[in-house]
């Protein structure tokens, strides 16, 4: 019941105008953020190698994991070809601890950045998550998506591979 009122309740807001994501056709914000390693990644020098999967999401998110698995068999399958993936965790100061150990307990070897005054999933108008973006190497946004459904991880299969042919 939460879910399905959480659900109309960003259709509602992304109708009337107040809450608009950045979605296919826009040119990705550009931003800089420091991983769990301690680097800074910039996504304009990460998307000029090949195409982007940038996602966000958090240790509380129920559907994060299923998706971020995904996630990983896209990096081992085409990193060689140009692929990264970057996890933007939203986490805050509270929880931001907890990341290192869930990714490391997942197994997941992508980067991942912490966004812990969510600046960055602001620039991104980010609601809900999980929610993730396919960007290309001239740094525009192909696909958009929100939350995650068995089967999602198909279509963004297919739009990576549709960059990974054109590079």
């Not at 994991?65 to 070809?81: A, I, S, V, W």
């Not at 509270?94 to 966004?115: F, G, H, M, N």
Request: glycine fraction near 6%; charged fraction near 30%; charge should be positive.
């Amino acid at each position: 019941m939460r879910v399905a009122t959480l659900t109309l309740l960003c259709g509602l807001l992304v109708a009337a105008g107040i809450w608009a994501s950045a979605e296919a056709g826009d040119q990705a914000p550009d931003f800089t953020l420091r991983d769990i390693k301690k680097k800074n990644v910039r996504l304009s020098e990460v998307y000029k190698e090949g195409p982007v999967l940038l996602t966000f999401w958090s240790t509380w998110c129920k559907n994060c994991p299923d998706e971020m698995k995904h996630f990983q068999r896209f990096y081992d399958e085409y990193k060689e070809q140009g692929l990264t993936v970057l996890a933007v965790s939203i986490d805050n100061s509270k929880t931001v601890s907890k990341v290192r150990p869930w990714i490391q307990a997942r197994r997941l070897d992508y980067p991942v950045l912490y966004d812990t005054d969510n600046k960055v999933k602001r620039i991104y108008h980010v609601g809900p998550v999980p929610h993730s973006f396919v960007i290309d190497q001239k740094g525009q946004i192909v696909y958009s998506h929100v939350g995650y459904r068995p089967g999602d991880e198909k279509t963004y299969e297919k739009e990576i591979l549709k960059l990974l042919k054109n590079k």
